[in-house]
């Protein structure tokens, strides 16, 4: 059997049952030794393929696309660099867990550590940031190489998606020529109604007795609370807001953790909690029996520090998959279990209902309405950071996605987003927390249909342009929330502010560019509202729009620091002077 043969079944055939485990889009960068999976991937009838020129551009928009769409994305590059830029998509998915199979194409075995160009040693590349690597036989097309192609197909999208969901490597050597046949006979191999290979797997669930016996230990004490910080499972959030109501607990939701909005109950949900633990005292009178916690480490620092100062009490964590994210370093219980039946585990179990709320509650709902009252309190001033994102969410469609930068933007958003009825879902990268690939990330969840606004800063703006591109060449819908404070905003609220000699240069970093060019070189929309009704008309308009829309709210950073630390500083002295002595 000749060599084209040869490399055309072997894809061919990895590719297909690809596609039958679940595989539905792939995001593809040109380079030529990686033309065997690229072309094949483009042929086959049911996976959707995305090309993005730039590798970490790509990663990042296969990223979001599976953050979106809670499914496994394949990526294809070709060798030497091109794999090298993967790393920072792959290192957040590992940190995030999201299923991401990275096909990397590589010089045969006779070319590597001779000189050739375009090669460099790509096994394990990304170390322990992958859930696997697998460095892939070369191309035959006997009954048993063909088995093996799709036995290592199905495994790659089983291991992506299987315990904690993460990246999965697997790296290709293909020898020229590379350019498939698909005129051969039955090119997908025999028609198979069924995957390959198909796997089983259940759900944790606790013993009745040790559920009763939980319950019992929560219902002793009255001082609990439930803390939920990012996760994705929108189906968690009912579950646990009816835990929080049968305990008398507060719920204090994490802007990530899809518990702030939507049709759940509410009732429970502390969602200003950022901005009054930020006062020691306030933190010293609400000293908790137990934390209860959902998802990962939420974004406050101040609740931070609250679970810092409490490290005698019971902390237990819940996590669905083995698995150790307890940052603080406090002594904890892990329990591995389905979140939603752990609720419904000890709703049942709860044979003291709180009909009324108790005191422990009420003071957390008096101090989360006075922080609310000052925080949803209009600026008289020029448009802010904080009346930019509450605009936002005033406006923001219902049934839609938004997509958060890091640095000021996930922090204005934890301080500003208050409950609601809108179905939103509220994804960010806080794996890294890193602001490279924002731009594609958005974009690739734009990709998935659903209506996306992406919110970041100046600096995550500028860092990704690149991801624009997709935008434009698909035309995905996307409005992009830039708010440009001229560099690094989140530095002006930590100690290196204080050094004036080196602050601008090293940290303050201002770029001093129109982003208004760079969108019409991408053929976007371009909107710069200077007040709040501006800005929502801005944002309203670029809803309507078709392609790619951003609004750009021009914002300085020292009047930001000023007026966050004022507001902080009025719910903590109203809070002091009204509710503690």
């Known amino acids: 059997m000749e060599h084209i043969e040869n490399l055309t079944r072997y894809v061919a055939n990895f590719v297909d049952e690809l596609s039958k485990s679940g595989l539905t889009d792939v995001v593809i960068s040109p380079g030529s030794r990686s033309t065997p999976l690229a072309m094949t991937f483009a042929e086959h009838p ?3 393929e995305w090309v993005v020129l730039d590798e970490r551009s790509a990663a990042f928009f296969g ?46 075995h006779e070319l590597r550590d001779v000189g050739a160009p375009q090669a460099i040693d790509q096994l394990k590349l990304f170390g322990g940031y992958v859930k696997d690597f697998h460095e892939m036989a070369l191309p035959e097309a006997t009954d048993e190489m063909l088995k093996y ?8 999208i089983h291991q992506a998606i299987s315990g904690n969901p993460g990246p999965i490597h697997l ?22 109604r069924e995957p390959y290979t198909i796997w089983h797997q259940g759900k944790k669930k606790l013993s009745e007795e040790f559920v009763k016996h939980l319950a019992d230990r929560l219902t002793s004490t009255k001082k609990g609370v439930i803390v939920c910080g990012p996760q994705v499972d929108s189906d968690l959030a009912e579950a646990v807001a009816l835990f929080g109501e049968s305990y008398g ?18 009732k429970n949900i502390i969602e200003g909690y950022d901005a009054f633990l930020r ?8 000293k908790p029996d137990y934390i209860i916690r959902f998802g990962a480490m939420p974004v406050s620092k101040a609740f931070l520090f609250y679970v810092k100062e409490n490290p005698d009490i019971t902390q237990f964590v819940i996590e669905e998959e083995t698995g150790y994210r307890e940052p603080v370093g406090n002594s904890s219980e892990f329990i591995f279990t389905d979140p939603i039946a752990f609720c419904s585990g000890l709703v049942e179990a709860n044979n003291h209902f709180q009909m009324e709320e108790t005191e422990w509650l009420q003071q957390w709902k008096r101090l989360n309405e006075i922080a609310k009252s000052h925080l949803l309190t209009a600026s008289d001033e020029e448009l802010t950071e904080g009346e ?14 938004l997509y958060v930068g890091n640095s000021m933007a996930i922090r204005d958003v934890d301080t500003f987003y208050m409950t609601g009825e809108k179905d939103l879902t509220i994804l960010a990268n806080r794996g890294a927390n890193g602001i490279d690939g924002m731009v594609s990330s958005g974009v690739g969840a734009a990709a998935s249909g659903k209506p996306v606004t992406l919110l970041l800063g100046d600096l995550s703006f500028y860092h990704d342009m690149n991801g624009l591109l997709a935008a434009k060449h698909y035309n995905l819908n996307i409005t992009i929330l830039v708010v ?26 201002p770029l001093h560019i129109e982003f208004e060019k760079a969108i019409e070189m991408y053929q976007g929309s371009y909107y710069n509202p200077k007040s709040s009704n501006e800005l929502k008309e801005a944002l309203l308009a670029s809803y309507k729009e078709q392609g790619l829309s951003v609004v750009e709210v021009k914002t300085d950073r020292k009047e930001n620091l000023l007026w966050h630390r004022a507001l902080w500083q009025n719910i903590e002295e109203e809070i002091l002077k009204t509710v503690i002595d």
């Open 171 to 192: 790296n290709f050597p293909f020898r020229e020529p590379l350019v498939p046949d698909f005129s051969l006979k039955n090119v997908w191999g025999e028609p198979i």
């Open 388 to 401: 930019a994102v509450k605009q936002l969410m005033e406006v923001i469609p219902d049934h839609s996605s």
């Open 63 to 108: 990223l979001g696309l599976a953050k979106q769409t809670k499914r496994p994305v394949a990526l294809v590059c070709s060798s030497g660099t091109a794999a090298a830029n993967y790393f920072p998509a792959i290192v957040e998915a590992h940190q995030s867990r999201v299923p991401l199979i990275a096909l990397t194409a590589d010089r045969p």
């Open 249 to 266: 607990i507060p719920i204090l939701a994490d802007p990530l953790s899809q518990l702030r909005s939507g049709p759940h109950s509410t």
């Open 46 to 48: 049911d996976i959707k």
């Open 279 to 286: 006062g020691g005292k306030i933190r010293q009178s609400l």
């Open 149 to 156: 192609a799709r036995t290592r197909a199905a495994r790659a």
């Open 484 to 509: 440009n404070n001229n560099g690094g905003g989140i530095f002006s609220f930590l100690p290196q502010s204080a050094n004036e000699k080196h602050f601008e240069a090293l940290f303050g970093t």
